[in-house]
Nanobody, 122 residues
């Protein structure tokens, strides 16, 4: 069983940066693939990016390539999402997820955090 708690959300101006953290508990964190998803008001949850459990491979949605970076620290059981050059359309609740490899829309993720709100003002 894996439990996930996101933090680091808040209000930022367009062009600014934020780093989200996801603290994981459970003995199998280091063997889980991890990901970030987001949900904007009135929209369905969408995939942001994921990292393989080994930490040596990532995959991102096209709309965040070059702006967002996922990293993980298995010693701290923590996943990160560094977000740069934020845009108002990045405003959303961001969710951390863990699981196995799988297809869209959830990419095999079966453990979810409760989310952290990111608001980007113009």
């Amino acid at each position: 069983q894996v439990q996930l708690v996101e933090s680091g959300g808040g209000l930022v101006q367009a062009g600014g940066s934020l780093r989200l953290s996801c603290a994981a508990s459970g003995p199998t964190f280091s063997r889980k693939h991890m990901g970030w998803f987001r949900q904007s008001p009135g929209k369905e949850r969408e995939f942001v990016g994921r990292m393989w459990w080994s930490g040596d491979r990532t995959y991102y949605a096209d709309f965040v390539k070059g702006r967002f970076t996922i990293s993980r620290d298995n010693a701290k059981n923590t996943l990160y999402l560094q977000m740069n050059n934020l845009k108002p359309e990045d405003t959303a609740v961001y969710y951390c997820a863990a699981g196995e490899l799988g297809p869209p829309p959830n990419y095999g993720m079966n453990y979810w955090g409760k989310g952290t709100l990111v608001t980007v003002s113009s």
